[in-house]
């Protein structure tokens, strides 16, 4: 118990050491700033308070999560979903690949126009942006998750008569499950930019909107307390993901750990 304390508190040292340093530099070297682009520190952080109430939090914050959340459990559905077919069958993995390498070439932010056209101004267009951005990580990494599946146990299943949904649960979605949620950490950094990005198109509230429109009212500290916000959601999100994928794979690290290291 004992050391599982101290452990506890070495990794939240570590965790904070580098972004208290970060924060002590800028507010030294930021002290003495008289450039309107650049306030102080201090300047930004007392401004933080009255610029982010609780309506604003509800009026700007909230929406922006609810669609980060949508275009995000999107893409994770869709791209689990259509990576385990295209991994799972060489023939639609050589039909597919040249179209998925062409699709994921195109960035997401060049897309926001066109699915305007489509989806209107709306929350269905912002969460379209950000599941576009979010699937292909998904997708492309349980490609490779199940592709990997251990020869040796797929041949094991099939001996034993595993087939069909029971071989997909029970032995696909396992063996591919670290290198998914690979792919769904990455994705979930992609999805907190789009969701910034496509609030700057045609919208009324969310994050994205709120620090364009600082900027062009030339809200300088207002527009900086926006930024570390979204720096603060994405931590915030981070610790979250970080919690679900060590519950759900607490098998893998326990195995990962108890496997002889070389010297």
């Not at 609810?66 to 050589?94: D, H, I």
């Not at 591919?176 to 950490?185: D, E, H, K, T, Y």
Request: charged letters at 15%.
């Amino acid at each position: 118990m004992r050391n599982r304390v101290r452990d506890l508190a070495l990794r939240l040292l570590l965790a904070v050491a580098l972004p208290t340093v970060l924060v002590a530099v800028w507010w030294f070297a930021s002290e003495d700033s008289t450039d309107v682009y650049r306030p102080p520190l201090r300047t930004i952080l007392g401004t933080f308070p009255d610029v982010w109430t609780g309506e604003r939090l509800r009026e700007d914050v909230l929406p922006s999560l609810v669609r980060l959340t949508a275009g995000y459990a999107c893409a994770a559905v869709a791209g689990v979903a259509l990576g385990t077919v295209v991994g799972s069958y060489r023939r639609v993995r050589a039909v597919c690949e040249p179209v998925l390498e062409f699709l994921r070439a195109v960035p997401p932010p060049v897309l926001v126009p066109v699915i305007m056209l489509f989806a209107g101004i709306g929350d269905t267009m912002k969460v379209a942006v950000i599941a576009s951005g979010c699937v292909w990580p998904v997708l492309l990494n349980t490609v490779e998750g199940v592709r990997a599946v251990d020869p040796v146990m797929s041949e094991t299943a099939r001996s034993y008569g595993v087939r069909g949904p029971a071989r997909l649960r029970y032995l696909v979605l396992p063996a591919a499950s670290p290198q998914i949620f690979a792919g769904l950490r990455q994705a979930l950094s992609i999805g907190i930019i789009l969701m910034v990005i496509s609030e700057m198109f045609a919208a009324s509230n969310g994050l994205g909107f709120t620090i364009v429109q600082f900027q062009r009212g030339f809200a300088i500290p207002d527009m900086w307390t926006g930024i570390l916000l979204l720096g603060l959601l994405g931590f915030l999100l981070s610790v979250v993901f970080r919690e679900v994928e060590r519950r759900v794979l607490g098998w893998y690290h326990g195995l990962r750990d108890a496997s002889p290291r070389s010297p």
